[in-house]
């Protein structure tokens, strides 16, 4: 597939690139699996440039053999001589070579060779002037690359110059990329964002199988619920690259939250658990793995815990509890599954719906710019019954004295405009808010439009996601 997006993270490459022409620069990019790291890198690189995948599987002997191997085949080394030790190998980089290096996957390092870490501080440390050389690190184990160059214990602390996390693809560039997969279906699109997200290797992996131009529900059953299904082993694979042997309780949490424990005593519940045997494993899973994240009552003290990754969301709420069922009776699964993905889409559509106001926001096309944004929750009696009230966006200034409510409705049927804004009303009276209002209805068809609606119908959604001009009454 086509080389999409990543203009800005190359423009920082290509900075970097020229600034070691001067002096020795360090770099780290990070960010989680999948998300495009090696392929950003690989679009960087020149052919004279070195790139070094760390291969956790490997022994130490037979890492710095297949590097040597590399350095052979640049003309770096000749084919009399050998590389024997670690001290050897950055010897030989600092003093002969010119141009970048890259270590793919830096951090399993700590499994093959922990003392890299501190032979390569020393290198850096006497070549601190060097020019012509600039090195790269990256990362999947966000915890651990932080753990690495922040943490003033460690070897590497304070040896880079910048730090470069990468971040998933936003809508429109996933848009994009949907596009060049013939996919054009708004629907099919905003379904399979809400199971992939802004992750291309899932965009690559239905290129890859010849399912361009196909609907969203066939592309899942074949990439999920197909015999031998190329995503089968995905989540699994990249959760046991990360968990390591400790997965079983971290699966369990992942299970928890995506079937609808948001809090730390509705996991416990959940898994049968006491509360205080949890606290670690979700700390972990929030700030070490970043796979889990909070999301607060925007007025208001109350959060609740999500699952960050979309694909792991979509593998723990449908297919990891029944994996059974997967093995034995998978296109059945699959079946039951697809039947169930426009409620799920619209469950997502909150997180989808943030991403389209801030693009709003940024061309200035909404009553007003905004510098928060998430969901509001709350609570209320009627009839002596405690009851929940939800508003699906809220949207603030930085002094917040106006706020932006809306209603996220992605499905089938027409919405109706002047019943939604009724209701809209109601809860935000219901949250004492006292400053001033302006409501939104993101939703595939609308009827009944007061004036005072501002609506993204599905036609405005692809003007947005297509960067053609917005209507004039946003």
């Known amino acids: 597939m086509r080389f999409i997006d990543r203009e800005v993270e190359m423009r920082i490459l290509e900075e970097a690139k020229k600034r070691s022409k001067r002096k020795l620069y360090t770099l780290v990019v990070y960010g989680l699996r999948r998300v495009g790291k090696t392929r950003l890198l690989l679009e960087f690189l020149e052919d004279r440039d070195l790139y070094f995948f760390v291969n956790r599987g490997k022994t130490s002997e037979s890492l ?144 890859d199988e010849g399912l361009e131009g196909k609907s969203a529900e066939k592309i899942i059953e074949n990439l999920f619920f197909s015999p031998s299904a190329p995503l089968e082993e995905e989540v699994p694979r990249i959760l046991s690259l990360e968990f390591g042997r400790r997965s079983g309780v971290y699966y369990d949490i992942l299970e928890a939250v995506a079937n609808g424990a948001t809090s730390l005593s509705k996991i416990a519940g959940y898994m049968n658990r006491d509360e205080t045997s949890l606290t670690r494993q979700i700390k972990e899973l929030v700030d070490y793995f970043k796979l889990l994240s909070y999301d607060r009552a925007i007025l208001g003290k109350e959060r609740v815990i999500y699952i960050r990754h979309p694909l792991l969301n979509f593998w723990f709420r449908f297919i990891h509890p029944r994996l059974s069922e997967y093995e034995a009776m998978r296109e059945e699964l699959g079946k039951e599954v697809v039947s169930m993905l426009p409620d799920y889409t619209g469950k997502r559509f909150d997180f989808i719906c943030r991403e389209l106001l801030w693009i709003l926001n940024s061309k200035g096309k909404l009553p007003f710019k905004f510098t928060e944004i998430g969901r509001h929750w709350g609570y209320y009696r009627e009839n002596g019954q405690r009851k929940v009230y939800e508003i699906d966006i809220v949207a603030l200034t930085r002094d917040r004295k106006r706020a932006l409510f809306g209603e996220c409705k992605w499905r089938n049927k027409t919405i109706n405009g002047e019943k939604l804004l009724e209701e809209l009303k109601r809860k935000v009276e219901l949250s004492n808010w006292k400053g001033k209002s302006y409501y939104l209805l993101i939703a595939k068809k609308v009827k009944n439009v007061p004036d005072e609606l501002i609506v993204l119908d599905e036609e405005a959604i692809l003007q947005i996601l297509e960067g053609s001009s917005i209507n004039d009454k946003l």
């Open 64 to 207: 710095l053999r297949e590097y040597g191997e590399i350095l052979r085949k640049k003309g770096i080394i000749t084919k009399y001589e050998y590389i024997s030790t670690w001290d050897e190998f950055f010897e030989v980089l600092f003093e002969r070579f010119n141009g970048v290096v890259v270590f793919d996957e830096f951090q399993d390092f700590q499994r093959v060779e922990p003392s890299v870490f501190s032979t390569l501080q020393k290198f850096i440390d006497l070549n601190e002037n060097r020019k012509n050389l600039m090195l790269i690190f990256t990362g999947s184990t966000v915890g651990m690359i932080e753990k690495l160059f922040r943490d003033s214990k460690e070897p590497l602390y304070g040896r880079i110059k910048r730090k470069l996390h990468l971040k998933e693809l936003g809508i429109k560039a996933s848009y994009e990329m949907s596009r060049e997969l013939e996919i054009e279906d708004i629907d099919d699109f905003i379904k399979l964002y809400a199971v992939f997200g802004g992750f291309p290797r899932y965009y690559v992996a239905i290129e």
